[in-house]
């Protein structure tokens, strides 16, 4: 359905629905920032930290992936609502949680319902507009990020600290229950992508037990209490399972990874580019709190309200370049700009001790935070602008697939690096003294900037394809594929 279509009002309308649909799930992980050394103190298990963030974006890199094919299938407006629903359910019961066991089980079951909410709505908008006003509406949408960033943090400290942590699931609520409405009022019918009802049940089976293989492994690499050989196991059925879903993925009539995506060099450098940006703004997000709460000793709040500039900026930052690319019609230079934002702040970061000041922190963190937003919009309209319309909603989908699984590897790998440098017994630990604490976060960042640099390298052999103006404008094969 084209852009046309639509007047102005309906393109408001919608536009809110979808930004509001995206708040509550990208709300979430922020929120959780500034709660959870709160929530570790009640519950216990610093070992058990990036836990609730690792499971969520497990089962929502899951979800992410075949929420495109099944919206192919049944319909955008049907699976986005069911997303919405499963999500503000889990989001109860994950308020009700007795102990870090529930919590995490819950956290897995919010994030299939996450999974689905962060994806659709890009796929909406790669349907309704053509390619070159995609940037200035991916931007748009991508500073839902930013803002949750921004709103996140701050309700997360207030809420724990005047209101107990269980709340920061329950103000889920209403902003889904307000997106629900503007769905079920205002969502447009769109033309279905796929008449067959095939859905890859060996193909989903297989990147799951892939990836959650993984995930355990990567969690209890440094636990003294689980075998290396069952690690070492994890590792391999994780790489088993990854082969066999390869060979399902070329043989199945419907696949919800087409292998032949990776035929595209454009595909090929921006799922990379995804992938690393991902975990090195999950490394500021999550650790930034951890530094001011944990080293500098400061309340939830102020660490919430303190994140805030970063955030800000990548709010900013994301709408500004998504901006750009529409008016100029092109990406490349944005994208490699982006990185070397990101790489400045890591640096900047990685430097700090116990006795960086405020200003500095603000300064540092503000930067990675202009980095990460600029790079949302890249990428996706990059994709995007390099298929045909048949893998329009797969490919978005894939790039968020991406962007989850930087995260997903990352987060259980920073949880090793801090594990191993505070050198003492944290699986019930409940306080680690600061300055083994800030030696743990600076080699979290250092790892951060390693990534960062890989990123920036990653970015220079992005392909740079024209932009249409033309909603049915179709990219060339030997542009896509770089042949």
């Not at 408001?12 to 709660?35: E, F, Q």
């Not at 035929?263 to 703004?281: H, W």
Request: proline content about 4%.
């Amino acid at each position: 359905m084209e852009s046309e279509k639509f007047n102005p009002k309906n393109i408001k309308v919608l536009l809110a629905g979808l930004m509001i649909t995206m708040l509550v799930a990208a709300l979430d992980n922020s929120i959780m920032s500034t709660a959870m050394p709160k929530v570790i103190a009640s519950l216990g298990g610093m070992a058990y930290y990036v836990w609730p963030f690792t499971i969520y974006l497990l089962t929502s890199t899951i979800a992410i992936i075949l929420s495109g094919k099944l919206s192919d299938i049944y319909g955008r407006k049907k699976i986005l609502i069911i997303g919405l629903v499963l999500f503000m359910v889990s989001s109860v019961i994950c308020g009700f949680s007795q102990n870090m066991l529930e919590l995490i089980i819950f956290r897995g079951l919010q994030g299939i319902g996450g999974g689905v909410l962060l994806t659709i709505p890009f796929i909406v908008v790669a349907e309704i507009f053509p390619p070159r006003q995609r940037g200035k509406y991916m931007g748009i949408l991508s500073s839902v990020f930013g803002f949750a960033s921004v709103l996140g943090p701050v309700l997360g400290g207030v809420i724990t600290d005047f209101m107990g942590w269980p709340w920061v699931f329950f103000i889920n609520i209403p902003v889904g229950l307000t997106a629900l409405y503007i769905l079920r009022s205002h969502f447009p019918h769109l033309k279905e992508v796929v008449t067959e009802g095939i859905i890859d049940y060996s193909g989903i089976i297989s990147l799951t037990a892939s990836l959650s293989s993984l995930f355990l492994a990567l969690t209890f690499v440094d636990n003294a209490s689980v075998s290396s050989i069952l690690v070492a196991g994890l590792f391999i059925v994780a790489a088993v399972m990854l082969v066999a879903f390869l060979f399902i993925e070329k043989r199945a009539r419907e696949p919800i990874l087409p292998l032949h995506l990776f035929n595209s060099s454009v595909f090929n450098v921006s799922s990379i580019a995804m992938f690393l940006a991902s975990a090195v703004m999950f490394c500021g997000i999550l650790y930034i709190p951890l530094f001011i709460q944990g080293v500098q000793g400061m309340s939830a709040a102020v660490s919430g309200m303190l994140v805030t500039p970063m955030l800000v900026s990548l709010t900013i930052a994301s709408i500004i370049v998504g901006q750009v690319i529409s008016r100029t019609g092109t990406y490349k230079k944005m994208g490699i700009l982006a990185f070397m934002m990101i790489t400045l702040g890591m640096w900047l970061l990685s430097t700090m001790t116990t006795g960086t000041g405020i200003t500095q922190l603000l300064i540092y963190s503000t930067i990675l935070g202009l980095g990460s937003g600029m790079m949302f919009p890249v990428f996706n309209v990059a994709v995007q602008n390099a298929v045909g319309k048949r893998d329009l909603g797969t490919v978005t989908a894939s790039m968020q697939f991406f962007r989850n699984i930087g995260a997903t590897v990352a987060l259980p790998v920073f949880g090793v690096i801090v594990n191993l440098s505070v050198n003492m017994d944290i699986q019930t630990a409940k306080n680690v003294p600061p300055a083994i604490m800030s030696l743990a976060i600076h080699n979290v960042f250092l790892s951060g900037l390693v990534i960062s640099v890989a990123g920036l390298v990653i970015c220079l052999f992005l392909k740079e394809l024209f932009l249409s103006d033309n909603m049915d404008s179709e990219v060339k094969k030997s542009d896509v594929t770089g042949k």
